[in-house]
């Protein structure tokens, strides 16, 4: 029985050793049949494209999540809360309550409201944003995105304006320029219902990197939002917390210390339609590009075949000599493994190149052939973000080698039903 063979001071299984100097012939050319040598090659190559695909586009998924969620979390509050009754005219009672809770970090009363901004001939739509200059810091990031001015420049009373920098250049607007805001609820007059209209004075423009909110928010002091929506007290409070995947259960915590006639809503969501968008998408691009894999899989049998067909003669002699059909099965596996290991390092190293140098990658071919991949009027950020997760590299890796293992299977228990009398036949 043939049980192990010396290399040097280590003794490895035979089975190994065989299985490894077969895989060497195969890459090395010495094959009686050089197709079979092919096959292997481009086994190889479509599991590791396919690895590589998986690693780069869910990189690529996840980065444009991540990113687009910190951005939207710089504009907009963790979590909200509103009265159903109305507007907070005691809202500082309200901001105490909800301090309480450990985990929050900062609040902040707000107003909300909808309405056009025109200069000129241009006009748009906004949301417009009641904030308390002060307080606003702890709520939003908006102070630190400020290119032009600053959030304390709105002052009670003076009626300025704060805008993002793609409202600002779609109406055409420079610092101190004067913009007419007019929001829906109007004022009865002989003439019928007018709008109500008040003139503001640009004092300052934010820059997200979110073209959502850079192009169709505006800022005004709070005070000022109260006027001119004619209410009593904020809308509501804006609210920062210390983990912001936590915020579904804070924000239930804080609901049960208000009264039954609040409200409280957390960023998840507000965005709930989206995020689940997103991960729809993701889970069906990964089974999309698992196919790729999945060829490989399929080369990978095919070669096998052959390769088993190709070893007849030297199955028997290995039989004769007291090799055990599991032996000849495991033989043939390490082949297989080999090809599994082989192509699944490739397309993770080729991957995590990728995924980690995109921001230098997509912005040479987007030069060369003087294209933008995401225009940022379509998309709400403008570069290709990328963010490689061990949770996701692992399964793929792992998955990916499972199949080029299991591939393997039938093709190497074949081998092992080889009748040695058969094989040598006309040998």
């Not at 805008?163 to 004022?187: E, F, S, T």
Request: hydrophobic share 50%; aromatic share 8%; charged share 15%.
């Amino acid at each position: 029985m043939i049980v192990a063979v010396f290399l040097g001071v280590f003794v490895i299984p035979f089975e190994l050793s065989i299985g490894l100097r077969y895989t060497r012939q195969g890459r090395r050319g010495r094959s009686k049949n050089g197709f079979i040598s092919f096959i292997s090659v481009i086994s190889v190559a479509s599991i590791a494209v396919g690895v590589m695909a998986l690693i780069v586009v869910l990189s690529v998924m996840n980065g444009f999540q991540k990113e687009v969620r910190d951005r939207m979390l710089s504009v907009i509050p963790h979590i909200e809360v509103i009265n159903y009754g109305g507007a907070l005219a005691d809202w500082e009672n309200t901001a105490s309550l909800v301090r309480a809770n450990p985990h929050v970090q900062g609040v902040a009363p707000y107003v909300a409201g909808q309405g056009l901004v025109s200069s000129g001939s241009n006009v748009r739509g906004v949301v417009l944003r009641g904030i308390d200059p002060a307080l606003e810091p702890e709520v939003s990031d908006i102070g630190g995105q400020m290119t032009y001015g600053k959030l304390s420049d709105l002052k009670p009373g003076e009626f300025g304006i704060i805008l993002g920098q793609d409202l600002a250049a779609l109406l055409r607007l420079r610092i101190g320029d004067k913009v007419n805001v007019i929001i829906p609820q109007g004022r009865a007059t002989p003439a019928g219902i007018v709008p109500r209209m008040r003139a503001f004075t640009l004092t300052g423009v934010f820059s997200s990197g979110h073209y959502e909110y850079d192009s169709s928010m505006a800022l005004i002091d709070r005070e000022d939002a109260q006027a001119l929506f004619r209410l009593s007290g904020p809308s509501g409070l804006q609210i920062r917390v210390d983990d912001m995947d936590k915020a579904p259960q804070i924000s239930y915590d804080i609901l049960k210390t208000l009264p039954r006639s609040f409200a409280v809503t957390d960023w998840s969501r507000q965005n709930r339609t989206w995020f689940a968008a997103v991960q729809v998408e993701k889970r069906m691009m990964a089974i999309i590009l698992f196919l790729i894999v999945l060829v490989g899989a399929f080369g990978l049998v095919s070669s096998m075949v052959m390769t088993v067909t190709e070893k007849q003669s030297d199955i028997a002699i290995l039989r004769t000599l007291g090799a055990s059909p599991g032996s000849i099965m495991t033989i043939f596996m390490v082949q297989g493994a080999v090809v599994g290991v082989v192509g699944v390092t490739v397309g993770v190293l080729l991957g995590l190149s990728i995924a980690c140098n995109l921001d230098v990658i997509v912005p040479a071919i987007e030069g060369l052939f003087g294209i933008q991949f995401l225009p940022k009027e379509v998309y709400f950020i403008s570069s290709l973000p990328s963010d490689p997760r061990a949770g996701d590299i692992i399964p793929i890796a792992a998955f990916s080698f499972l199949l080029s293992l299991a591939a393997t299977v039938y093709p190497s228990w074949r081998a092992s039903q080889t009748k040695p009398a058969e094989a040598l036949r006309y040998e």
